[in-house]
């Protein structure tokens, strides 16, 4: 499935795309990544759940949770976010 904007949780996330790439059709990398940007927020939640094999809506809103709530300040790039999730996502899955 692909996560979509209304599929999200929280309202507080601005729409702007004022990223070089369009619509954030690659793999992510080294682009900043902002938390509060829906297109960006999107973008790691279904990239993520590509890697995965399989994204529900359950497990994308885990992942917006775990964006919005834990990802610590350091993570500046979406390749940070992507590899932070990777770790923490496997954790919290065990549960």
Same mark, same amino acid.
């Given at each position: 499935?692909?996560?979509?904007? $209304?599929? !999200?949780? @929280?309202?507080?996330? @601005? ?6 790439? @369009?619509?954030?059709? *690659? $793999?992510?990398?080294?682009?900043? /990544?902002?938390? /509060? ?5 999107? /973008?790691?939640?279904? #990239? /993520? ?6 994204? *529900? !809506? ?9 964006? #919005? *709530? ?7 790039? $979406?390749? #940070? ?8 996502? !496997?954790?919290? @899955?065990?549960?």
């Amino acid at each position: 499935m692909t996560f979509l904007k $209304e599929h !999200l949780l @929280s309202d507080h996330y @601005s729409w702007n795309n004022n990223a070089s790439h @369009s619509l954030y059709a *690659t $793999e992510p990398d080294r682009r900043v /990544f902002d938390r /509060f940007n829906g297109n960006q927020v999107l /973008f790691i939640i279904n #990239s /993520f759940g590509k890697s995965l094999g399989r994204l *529900t !809506l359950g497990d994308g809103r885990k992942i917006e949770e775990l964006i #919005s *709530t834990q990802l610590p300040e350091q993570n500046k790039s $979406e390749l #940070s976010v992507y590899n932070w999730l990777r770790g923490v996502y !496997l954790y919290y @899955s065990n549960y």
